[in-house]
């Protein structure tokens, strides 16, 4: 029914950057929350950023001033761009959204296959 498709991920050195990207597609109506989670080995998965279709946002307290989350909503497609890159930000990045899909015109949770993100000298 629908489909996230994550574009972006690899391998950078500290101090790089990155840009995600996540389009959302299928039987859609509308798409409200999008965001980036995260999960590195052994941990769980974690907030990274979120976006309302009207623009709020939420970051987690580690990426704040590193990492910004838009959307363009005529796409369904949701980006991350994110500097100053880590080790630490080193995990598989997952994209979330939460669509309204034609029939039944109710709101479903969706996740992408998730994208891998290495920070390594």
């Known amino acids: 029914q629908v489909q996230l498709v994550e574009s972006g991920g690899g391998l950078v050195q500290p101090g790089g950057s990155l840009r995600l990207s996540c389009a959302a597609s299928?039987?859609?109506?509308?798409?409200?929350?999008m965001g980036w989670y995260r999960q590195a080995p052994g941990k769980q998965r974690e907030l990274v950023a979120t976006i309302t279709r009207g623009g709020s946002t939420n970051y987690a307290d580690s990426v704040k001033g590193r990492f910004t989350i838009s959307r363009d909503n005529a796409k369904n497609t949701v980006y991350v761009q994110m500097n100053s890159l880590k080790p630490e930000d080193t995990a598989v990045y997952y994209c979330n959204a939460l669509v309204r899909i034609i029939p039944p015109m109710k709101e479903y949770d969706y996740w992408g296959q998730g994208t891998q993100v290495t920070v390594s000298s």
């Open positions: 299928g039987s859609i109506f509308s798409v409200n929350v």
